[in-house]
């Protein structure tokens, strides 16, 4: 495992202030654009009658303004939210299934971004059930950067796609899926997998470049072995380490993808934020992060709180700040500050091979 990370360093990420901004003035980017997974999703699956992938409810959102519950899966904000506020934004771009024409004006001049996230989603399309899948998210986007070149000032947009900072976070639910089909596989189902995953990953970054995307800030796989429901299945109650294996293979993988795709196309930057060495560290390393509970969800029941959602009957815990994880799967609004904060401005161990912040003052 890699060295911790010092901890004034954490302190300082932990209690940097936050100020939401809400006037383009203070925007570092023009638009953030978000695809991926339950991890970045701000409530798009809320408008999918279907789909049981859902955080619409209480407790969800306890500590978002207002306590009120979003689509988000956590107890407040998720990552993208700090993220975007370091961007200066006030949180997220609104989720895209909620656009109409009367929240749309500044979107279709290249402004504020869209997120198109969808808890459940993969980078395989065949990962999830009634959500939006990686392909329909870009898919939604090319259909909203088309409507955004109709628009009078359209090489305005074009420059201010090219600034903008395009964030992905996927592959933790393909690799559930995997694991949950192969739970003793071989080398080379493996592979197979990995092979499969990367020639989408690799379609989808082409598609989002020949779109206009030139700067990719993502968030790679967390250690899913080790989330609580996880634990709650292995009767030590520890991490399950094949499935650790699994996302950090892809991981690796990922990471050589766009080693790739930096030398093949012009003007592509990228920066990955390293979520499995963050989490792994942090529960290495609980109290340098001001957490006390690193293997319980904060919200939920059974064992580790995680044998279930964490629904309105579900027991919760007081003292949020102090747990790496909210729910079964998701961590809280506290581990996603402390995240966000690590990969716009950390030292390399968890972010690379620049930081978000380099990312975005990066000249093209």
């Given at each position: 495992m890699k060295k911790p990370l010092c901890l004034f360093f954490v302190l300082f990420c932990v209690f940097s202030s936050f100020v939401g901004a809400t006037t383009s003035n203070t925007w570092k980017v023009p638009a953030i654009y978000v695809f991926g997974d339950s991890t970045v999703d701000v409530g798009n699956n809320n408008y999918l009658t279907n789909s049981n992938a859902k955080a619409n409810y209480p407790h969800y959102g306890i500590d978002f303004p207002h306590s009120r519950p979003t689509g988000r899966f956590s107890n407040g904000y998720n990552q993208i939210d700090f993220v975007a506020i370091h961007m200066g934004f006030r949180r997220s771009p609104p989720p895209y299934l909620s656009l109409n024409d009367t929240n749309n004006h500044q979107i279709l001049k290249g402004l504020r971004g869209v997120n198109f996230a969808s808890a459940g989603s993969g980078i395989l399309d065949s990962t999830g059930a009634n959500i939006i899948t990686t392909t329909q998210q870009l898919q939604y986007f090319e259909t909203l950067r088309s409507k955004m070149m109709a628009q009078p000032n359209a090489e305005q947009v074009a420059q201010r796609l090219s600034k903008s900072l395009f964030l992905i976070s996927a592959g933790g639910n393909d690799a559930f899926a995997f694991f949950a089909a192969n739970n003793s596989p071989n080398n080379s189902d493996v592979l197979l997998f990995y092979n499969t995953l990367l020639s989408k990953y690799d379609n989808h970054i082409k598609t989002l470049y020949n779109l206009g995307a030139r700067r990719f800030a993502v968030i790679n796989v967390p250690p899913i072995g080790c989330v609580p429901t996880s634990r709650a299945r292995n009767l030590t109650g520890g991490c399950i380490n094949g499935m650790n294996q699994i996302a950090k293979g892809l991981n690796d993988a990922i990471t050589a993808l766009f080693s790739k795709l930096a030398v093949a196309?012009?003007?592509?930057?990228?920066?990955?934020?390293?979520?499995?060495?963050?989490?792994?560290?942090?529960?290495?390393?609980?109290?340098?992060?001001?957490?006390k509970e690193v293997e319980s969800a904060c919200c939920g029941s059974g064992k580790l709180n995680a044998q279930s959602y964490c629904t309105p009957n579900a027991t919760y815990c007081m003292n949020r700040k102090q747990y790496l994880f909210w729910d079964l799967i998701h961590p809280t609004q506290q581990a996603s500050k402390i995240s966000a904060s690590v990969f716009y401005d950390g030292p390399a161990q968890f972010v690379g091979p620049i930081t978000y912040k380099q990312l975005v003052y990066s000249d093209n």
């Open positions: 196309l012009p003007g592509l930057k990228y920066s990955i934020g390293a979520s499995y060495d963050l989490t792994l560290t942090a529960i290495s390393n609980p109290r340098s992060y001001g957490f």
